[in-house]
């Protein structure tokens, strides 16, 4: 079995540079990438033609922001993103002209607000804004089946808080009961007495059978 190789640590200053290559090189793929959208656009209302405007989509990596992009090529050129081919198709737009692209001021990364980051460890307000969206989908096309899987969802809720309190509850108890056996200074004074006394009690008994 082979070993694991251990992980090596950069220097503060070369990771600190690195750090700073990433954000130039973030800014240049920015700005190529504006380059080429726009260009797409302009071949969408020209020609009619989207393939470079698809193409463009599927050379982001999973981690940029393919969603803005597309947004970005359907606000401003002939697309269209269809759920169903997973890609984007041609729309008809009449309106749109050449000289309109030069009116373009947005970048293709603003159209869609990049979310928040979330923590791993927002979990409640993950399911609270599961329940929410569920409620909405109910009420918007509300079926009995819809409706009894939020009956369901909210009775686990309710339980679950249900048995969150009654946790609580119970470590209250526990601790009114550890506190009600704690001893006074003055109790604990006479306990220490008492002791001795048992103790010097027991001595002397050894001692009397002894003789």
Known sequence: MAASKQFIAMPKAELAKEITGIAKTGNRLNVRIQIAALNA???????????????????????????????????????????????????KRDELTL??????KEHWFETIKAPEPKSMYDFEDEVNRFIKKMEKAVTDKATIKHVKIMD??????????EDQLANEEAEDEVAEQVASTELSDAEQMELAELLTVAVETETNRKELHAA
């Not at 698809?54 to 992009?69: C, I, P, T």
């Not at 369901?152 to 808080?161: G, M, P, S, V």
């Open 152 to 161: 369901y969802i909210n009775a686990a809720i309710a339980q679950y808080h």
């Open 99 to 104: 000289e309109s692209i030069s009116e373009i």
């Open 41 to 91: 656009i302009y071949y969408s209302i020209a020609e009619g033609y989207i393939q470079y405007g698809q193409n463009l989509v599927m050379a982001l990596n999973n981690g940029q922001r393919k969603n803005s992009l597309v947004a970005f090529l359907e606000k401003y050129g002939k697309f269209q993103w269809s759920k169903e081919n997973k890609s984007l198709v041609f729309k």
